[in-house]
C-alpha cells in the first residue's frame, strides 16, 4: 500500500469520526429531552460492559495459558491482513493468527466494543492499525503492485 493510499484511509477514517461526532453534538444540542433516555442506556451499557471486557480479557487469557501458542517453524507472526480486510485488516490479520474464523472475531469485537460504550473499542482498532504491520506480500501471494515507469527523457 503506497503512502498516499495510507493517508487517504486515514482521512476517511477521521472524516467518518467527525461526521459521527458532529451528528452527536447536533442531536444532544436540539434534542436533549429525546436524547436523554439514550444516554441513560448506553451509560448502563458502559457500566456493565467494562466487567464485562475485564471478565472476557481474563477467560482468554485462561484460554491461551491452556494451548500451546508459540510460534511455529516458519515464523507465524501477527499482521493486517491484506486479503481479508473490512477496514484495516487488523480483525482478519488475529483470526489468521489465532487460526479462527474472521467473522467470529468480528462479531466477538463488536459485541465488546457495544458492550464498552463504543471509545475503547475505536482506540483499541486505532492503535492496533498503527503498531500491526501489513502482511508481506510473499506470504499472501498477492503480487506487489510494479514500480512506477522510468521517467521519460524530455525532447527538444
Known amino acids: 500500500m503506497s503512502g498516499s493510499d495510507r493517508r487517504s484511509d486515514w482521512l476517511v477514517?477521521?472524516?467518518?469520526?467527525?461526521?459521527?461526532?458532529?451528528?452527536?453534538?447536533?442531536?444532544?444540542?436540539f434534542f436533549a429531552p429525546l436524547i436523554q433516555p439514550l444516554r441513560a442506556v448506553l451509560d448502563?451499557?458502559?457500566?456493565?460492559g467494562w466487567p464485562l471486557a475485564i471478565i472476557g480479557l481474563g477467560v482468554l487469557l485462561i484460554v491461551m495459558a491452556r494451548r500451546d501458542w508459540?510460534?511455529?517453524?516458519?515464523?507465524?507472526?501477527?499482521?493486517?491482513?491484506?486479503?481479508?480486510?473490512?477496514?484495516?485488516?487488523?480483525?482478519?490479520?488475529?483470526?489468521?493468527?489465532f487460526?479462527?474464523?474472521p467473522t467470529i472475531v468480528r462479531v466477538v469485537y463488536a459485541l465488546l466494543t457495544?458492550?464498552?460504550?463504543?471509545?475503547?473499542?475505536?482506540?483499541?482498532?486505532?492503535?492496533?492499525?498503527?503498531?500491526m504491520p501489513e502482511e508481506p506480500f510473499s506470504a499472501t501471494g498477492v503480487q506487489a503492485p510494479p514500480p512506477p515507469p522510468p521517467p521519460t527523457p524530455p525532447t527538444s
Open 13 to 29: 477514517i477521521l472524516g467518518i469520526g467527525l461526521v459521527v461526532w458532529g451528528a452527536w453534538w447536533m442531536l444532544n444540542s
Open 99 to 101: 487460526a479462527i474464523d
Open 70 to 97: 508459540r510460534p511455529t517453524a516458519s515464523g507465524k507472526r501477527l499482521y493486517r491482513s491484506r486479503t481479508n480486510r473490512m477496514i484495516g485488516g487488523v480483525l482478519a490479520g488475529v483470526a489468521e493468527y
Open 44 to 48: 448502563v451499557i458502559a457500566r456493565i
Open 114 to 131: 457495544l458492550l464498552t460504550g463504543f471509545g475503547p473499542g475505536f482506540v483499541l482498532y486505532i492503535f492496533a492499525m498503527i503498531v
